[in-house]
C-alpha cells in the first residue's frame, strides 16, 4: 500500500510549488501527496506558472488568501508557509498521513509575519517538546548538525559535555548503528589545548556515548580539515559537525542537487529540500526536482 505524504508548499514567492507541481506524476507514483494549500493559492501559481492543474491533485486547505510576489520576502507568504507546514504535522499526528514533506521556507519571511522560529527544526523541537536533531545529506555522505542556526561567535560556550552526550545517544537511536565521525571544532583538532579545550569535552562525550551504547560507533574529534577528504569519507558515512557551515559547506560542494534534510528524535518523520527558496529563478521554469524528490523517496523509507 503507498504511503500517504504530506506536503509542506513552503514560501509561495519561491521555487517550492514550482518543485512540487513539476514532480507530481512522479510523485503520485510513489506515494499519495496531499498539498497542504488552498484551492485559490494553488490556482494563483498555476497562472504565474503558466501550467494546468494536475489531475487527481489532492489539497488539505490552508486558509489564507494574498497575493503572491515571485522573488520577494513577504511576511503573508512567510505566513502562509508557517500555516501549511503546521497543517502538515497535524496530519501526521492524527494519522492522517504518514510523513510531512517540506519545502523551502524564508527566514526572514517568518520573523517578518512575527514568527518567533528560525526554522522548521526550531519549530518542530518547540512543538514537539524534544531535542530534535537536524541531518543532511544523501547516500553519499550524512552529517548531523550538533549547533545550527545560531552565530559563529557563541558554538563555543554552546560545546558543553553532557549536551553533547545526550546529542550523540540521540543520533544512535535515530540512525543506522554505523561508525559516525566527529568534527573537533577548533584547527588541528585544538593541538592538545593550544588552540583551544573544547575538544576535551567532545572527548569525553564520545568516550562516554560509546560506552552507553556499547560499541565504538563514535569517532574522533577529527581535524576539521581532512575530515571530508576522498580518504576520510571511503570510510565513514555519517559525520556530526560542531556548527552549520563547518558541515554544510562541503556537503553542498560534493552533493548539492541531491541532499535533503531529516529532522530525526521526533515521533513524526520529516524530511525537506536541501536548498532554499531561490527566489531569483521563482516561477522562471528553471528549478530542479532532484531533492525532491529525494526527500519523498527517504519520508516512503522512514515511514516502513
Same mark, same amino acid.
Given at each position: 500500500?503507498?504511503?500517504?505524504?504530506?506536503?509542506?508548499?513552503?514560501?509561495?514567492?519561491?521555487?517550492?510549488?514550482?518543485?512540487?507541481?513539476?514532480?507530481?506524476?512522479?510523485?503520485?507514483?510513489?506515494?499519495?501527496?496531499?498539498?497542504?494549500?488552498?484551492?485559490?493559492?494553488?490556482?494563483?501559481?498555476?497562472?504565474?506558472?503558466?501550467?494546468?492543474?494536475?489531475?487527481?491533485?489532492?489539497?488539505?486547505?490552508?486558509?489564507?488568501?494574498?497575493?503572491?510576489?515571485?522573488?520577494?520576502?513577504?511576511?503573508?507568504?512567510?505566513?502562509?508557509?508557517?500555516?501549511?507546514?503546521?497543517?502538515?504535522?497535524?496530519?501526521?499526528?492524527?494519522?492522517? /498521513?504518514?510523513?510531512?514533506?517540506?519545502?523551502?521556507?524564508?527566514? $526572514? /519571511?517568518?520573523?517578518?509575519?512575527?514568527?518567533?522560529?528560525?526554522?522548521?527544526?526550531?519549530?518542530?523541537?518547540?512543538?514537539?517538546?524534544?531535542? /530534535?536533531?537536524?541531518?543532511?545529506?544523501?547516500?553519499?555522505?550524512?552529517?548531523?548538525?550538533?549547533? $545550527?542556526?545560531?552565530?559563529?561567535?557563541?558554538?563555543?560556550?554552546?560545546?558543553?559535555?553532557?549536551?553533547?552526550?545526550?546529542?550523540?545517544?540521540?543520533?544512535?537511536?535515530?540512525?543506522?548503528?554505523?561508525?559516525?565521525?566527529?568534527?573537533?571544532?577548533?584547527?588541528?583538532?585544538?593541538?592538545?589545548?593550544?588552540?583551544?579545550?573544547? $575538544?576535551?569535552?567532545?572527548?569525553?562525550?564520545?568516550?562516554?556515548?560509546?560506552?552507553?551504547?556499547?560499541?565504538? #560507533?563514535?569517532?574522533?574529534?577529527?581535524?576539521?580539515?581532512?575530515?571530508?577528504?576522498?580518504?576520510?569519507?571511503? #570510510?565513514?558515512?555519517?559525520?556530526?559537525?560542531?556548527?552549520?557551515? #563547518?558541515?554544510?559547506?562541503?556537503?553542498?560542494?560534493?552533493?548539492?542537487?541531491?541532499?535533503?534534510?531529516?529532522?530525526?528524535?521526533?515521533?513524526?518523520?520529516?524530511?525537506?529540500?536541501?536548498?532554499?527558496?531561490?527566489?531569483?529563478?521563482?516561477?522562471?521554469?528553471?528549478?530542479?526536482?532532484?531533492?525532491?524528490?529525494?526527500?519523498?523517496?527517504?519520508?516512503?523509507?522512514?515511514?516502513?
Amino acid at each position: 500500500m503507498k504511503k500517504t505524504i504530506a506536503i509542506s508548499v513552503g514560501d509561495l514567492n519561491g521555487v517550492g510549488i514550482e518543485i512540487a507541481l513539476k514532480s507530481h506524476i512522479e510523485v503520485s507514483k510513489l506515494c499519495n501527496p496531499i498539498y497542504c494549500i488552498s484551492r485559490e493559492m494553488l490556482f494563483a501559481t498555476l497562472k504565474l506558472l503558466n501550467v494546468e492543474v494536475p489531475k487527481d491533485i489532492k489539497l488539505h486547505s490552508v486558509d489564507g488568501n494574498f497575493k503572491i510576489k515571485p522573488g520577494r520576502v513577504d511576511a503573508d507568504s512567510g505566513r502562509y508557509s508557517y500555516d501549511s507546514f503546521m497543517s502538515a504535522i497535524k496530519l501526521c499526528v492524527d494519522k492522517k /498521513a504518514d510523513a510531512v514533506v517540506t519545502l523551502p521556507i524564508h527566514k $526572514e /519571511a517568518w520573523m517578518m509575519a512575527g514568527l518567533e522560529f528560525k526554522g522548521h527544526t526550531d519549530l518542530l523541537r518547540y512543538h514537539f517538546k524534544r531535542d /530534535a536533531i537536524m541531518m543532511l545529506g544523501c547516500e553519499g555522505m550524512f552529517v548531523a548538525l550538533f549547533t $545550527e542556526h545560531i552565530p559563529l561567535k557563541e558554538v563555543a560556550s554552546t560545546i558543553k559535555y553532557k549536551k553533547l552526550k545526550e546529542f550523540f545517544i540521540n543520533l544512535h537511536n535515530s540512525i543506522p548503528k554505523k561508525k559516525v565521525a566527529v568534527l573537533a571544532l577548533n584547527p588541528h583538532a585544538g593541538d592538545n589545548g593550544v588552540l583551544g579545550d573544547e $575538544e576535551l569535552k567532545i572527548t569525553k562525550a564520545i568516550k562516554s556515548a560509546n560506552k552507553r551504547v556499547g560499541f565504538k #560507533q563514535f569517532i574522533g574529534p577529527l581535524v576539521p580539515d581532512v575530515a571530508f577528504t576522498p580518504h576520510t569519507r571511503s #570510510q565513514y558515512n555519517y559525520f556530526v559537525a560542531m556548527y552549520h557551515d #563547518q558541515g554544510l559547506a562541503p556537503l553542498k560542494a560534493l552533493h548539492f542537487d541531491e541532499s535533503i534534510n531529516i529532522s530525526l528524535n521526533l515521533p513524526i518523520i520529516r524530511t525537506s529540500v536541501d536548498h532554499g527558496t531561490a527566489f531569483d529563478i521563482a516561477y522562471k521554469a528553471k528549478a530542479k526536482t532532484l531533492s525532491y524528490m529525494n526527500a519523498i523517496k527517504s519520508a516512503i523509507e522512514f515511514a516502513k
